[in-house]
């Protein structure tokens, strides 16, 4: 008499097609992260020698949808020192503080102004305001920058107590008294406000690339998973 076929695990085997799937699903995402970063590091590095263009340009390109992130310009801001500031929280080299952000009102384009990251105080009682500077003859220069989402973990912003833990650019220029502003903000390189004003902190200095082994590490795990699978399956098979 024949042997009765064994029949495949149908539960089982779906739990770890599933399995096998989602492992590569995140390595194939991990890959996409590393075509970003590289290009994100690869644009960071030419801004070593790269010269301020007019923003008004930038920001047309942008407007027509163009990817101006991490992109040197200048803006005559004269009175980006006498204006008032908001109080963003942020973390540079490990250190807690706020980043200072004003407006600054642009001239002829597809928006009227553009909130500035003037910089970042370490501690945790930065002052709700600035003392005045001078009036500056020449543009102010720094990088153009996405604001960033929030993340759950994000807390909430506080406007009433000038207090914010993401850029909501949005609201920032409300509260700010901004019309029609930029969809990204300039980080300031210069001019440095003098001590005991912000440090500019216009990139990031942290910047790590590990997603090469992320994907290597879910690809192998998705491997993993199904030779145990095909292992177990077959080895079933023959007893």
């Given amino acids: 008499m024949a042997e009765p076929r064994r029949r495949v695990p149908v539960v089982l085997t779906v739990a770890a097609a599933l399995a096998v799937g989602l492992l590569c699903g995140l390595g194939v995402w991990q890959l996409k992260r590393l075509a970003w970063k590289t290009d994100l590091l690869t644009r960071i590095d030419a801004l070593k020698t790269a010269p301020p263009a007019p923003i008004d340009g930038a920001l047309s390109r942008l407007a027509a949808g163009a990817d101006q992130g991490y992109v040197r310009v200048e803006v005559p801001c004269p009175d980006i020192e006498r204006t008032p500031v908001l109080r963003l929280y942020g973390v540079v080299n490990g250190e807690a503080g706020y980043r200072m952000i004003a407006a600054c009102a642009l001239g002829a384009g597809p928006y009227r102004t553009i909130l500035v990251d003037r910089g970042f105080i370490a501690g945790t009682e930065a002052p709700p305001a600035l003392p005045p500077g001078p009036i500056l003859a020449e543009p102010v220069v720094g990088v153009l920058r996405t604001g960033g989402d929030k993340t759950f973990v994000t807390p909430k912003n506080e406007p009433a107590q000038n207090l914010w833990y993401w850029r909501d650019l949005p609201a920032m220029a409300r509260a700010l008294g901004a019309n029609r502003p930029a969809p990204m903000f300039l980080a300031l390189e210069s001019p ?14 942290d910047i790590t690339n590990n997603h090469l082994g992320y994907a290597i590490t879910w690809f192998g795990l998705a491997a993993a998973l199904a030779g145990v699978y095909l292992a177990m399956l077959f080895g079933k098979r023959r007893h």
């Fill in 192 to 205: 440095a406000p003098k001590s005991p004003g912000p440090t500019p902190a216009a990139l990031p200095t």
